[in-house]
């Protein structure tokens, strides 16, 4: 039901700024990244050398993670003791959220994230019930393919193991189990540790910008709304599946999932950070359903009728805004662009045929001695994917900084997003050539920038450490 309401619309409005930088990480495949860690990168590549660039199959990805998600839930509740159709409301109560509907939206690491998330839940779930030494060892294998998929999976391994340590179940930190889970995870993790080592510790270096950007541009009741309308009427069930979970005694699972809400809540986080771990309260909260709607009783079923109206409701206003459901003209006329991650898709066509303007305009005589320098990862990604026949497309920003072909040693730029004053730290001379703009006339971050002709200070490799390459958004 899930694929069905997203696949046709998976590709409408095109590439994300997130998806162009992925998909050129996918084309320097390393152990990893300034900014996010490299399983994602890794997909991308398979993907590539298989499918070839395409948007679809990239975005499958996301789908089918979201999917095996979708039954890890189903899997929690049969395990809680929910019979088949306390089994289906639980997986299903998942997959209509418009958080796990937006996961066919975009190929972003959030998507792998929130398997790997639910994978843990079931895992712990599993060794509180009990588990032997298999799921010791599974826990270390999700612990450390988490890690390497979205650094903020250490976030709930920690609130998770908090959680343990305060409860009768606390013994399970110093048994042989935990002890070959964390060597496991530590060793799958060790790659990741080795290119940041030699890395100047990169993504060290990012970590203060990407938390400030993050803060300023989500307040604490923007994440409590935006949480809530992630989940819609899911968010019952949720509540009422960490009472549950508390009551059998699974404390830790009760607890894990709230601590990491608060730590985001405080740290202001994004909304969706902390959601993956609601998926075993979710689940813990159908069981708990199925069982109280089982009297028949017409106040109860009252009661799951108006939360699933209420969820419905929050459906229909969130779901343009998770899955490209409308037609490009009427999401831009409503406005949704500014409310959704839709403005970072549109543009890059006509950005990219700008840049190949000013390329045609450079003299013969300078052509061997100038590269496209673009200010940002999103500039760069959508040059060097819809760009023919152009200079190298190289960018100091994260990760990119990385990528550019050495040596470095031309003199002259076409500059992509750089202002005057910018460009004068680099630049002996500057002259805007081309104002960017999109046929929508939306004001997403390339609007009303400029494509620029700069003769360089130095060769380029000179400048590229000191003023260029940069760890900030």
């Not at 979708?70 to 509740?77: K, P």
């Amino acid at each position: 039901m899930k694929v069905l309401v997203t696949l046709p619309f998976m590709t409408r409005y095109g590439w994300d700024r997130d998806e162009l930088y992925f998909l050129e990480a996918a084309r320097h495949p390393a152990l990893g990244y300034v900014d996010f860690p490299p399983v994602t990168a890794w997909i991308g590549w398979a993907v590539l050398h298989t499918a070839g660039a395409s948007l679809l199959w990239l975005r499958m990805t996301g789908q089918v993670a979201g999917g095996i998600a979708v039954v890890l839930v189903a899997l929690m509740a049969r395990d809680l003791g929910g019979g088949r159709w306390a089994q289906v409301g639980a997986a299903a109560a998942w997959a209509v959220t418009p958080f796990a509907l937006g996961a066919g939206s975009i190929f972003h690491p959030t998507q792998f994230d929130v398997t790997v998330w639910v994978a843990l839940s079931w895992i712990v779930l599993r060794l509180l019930q009990g588990g032997g030494m298999r799921w010791w060892v599974a826990l270390g294998v999700a612990a450390g393919v988490g890690v390497e998929t979205k650094y903020t999976v250490a976030v709930y391994l920690a609130a998770l193991a908090a959680a343990v340590a305060v409860s009768p179940q606390r013994r399970m930190l110093w048994s042989r189990g935990m002890a070959a889970a964390v060597a496991i995870a530590v060793l799958l993790v060790a790659p990741n540790l080795a290119w940041q080592a030699g890395h100047d510790w990169a993504s060290v270096r990012f970590y203060p910008s990407q938390q400030a950007k993050t803060a300023a541009d989500t307040s604490r009741p923007a994440y409590v709304a935006e949480g809530l309308a992630f989940l819609g009427g899911t968010a019952v069930l949720a509540a009422a599946g960490i009472a549950s979970l508390w009551r059998r005694g699974l404390r830790p699972l009760a607890i894990g999932p709230s601590v990491v809400v608060l730590v985001y809540l405080v740290e202001q986080g994004r909304a969706y950070y902390p959601l993956p771990g609601l998926a075993l309260p979710v689940a813990a909260g159908a069981v708990a359903a199925a069982g109280w709607l089982s009297t028949r009783s017409r106040g109860r079923i009252a009661a799951a009728v108006a939360v699933c109206a209420f969820h419905t409701a929050v459906l229909v206003v969130a779901l343009p805004l998770v899955v490209p459901v409308l037609p490009t003209s009427t999401m831009v006329h409503r406005g949704i662009w500014d409310t959704s991650f839709y403005g970072d898709e549109l543009g890059w066509h006509e950005m990219t045929a700008d840049v190949q303007r000013a390329w045609r305009g450079v003299p013969a005589a300078d052509r061997a001695g100038t590269v496209v320098l673009a200010g940002n990862y999103g500039e760069a990604g959508a040059i060097a994917h819809f760009g023919h026949a152009l200079p190298p497309v190289v960018s100091g920003h994260l990760s990119w900084q990385y990528w550019a072909p050495r040596p470095l040693t031309q003199r002259w730029a076409i500059t992509v997003g750089y202002d005057r004053t910018w460009a004068a730290t680099i630049c002996r001379s500057w002259h805007p050539l081309i104002r960017l703009t999109n046929r929508w006339h939306i004001g997403n971050e390339e609007q009303g920038r400029w494509v620029g002709w700069c003769r360089l200070r130095a060769p380029l490799g000179r400048l590229w450490q000191s003023r260029i390459a940069r760890f900030t958004l």
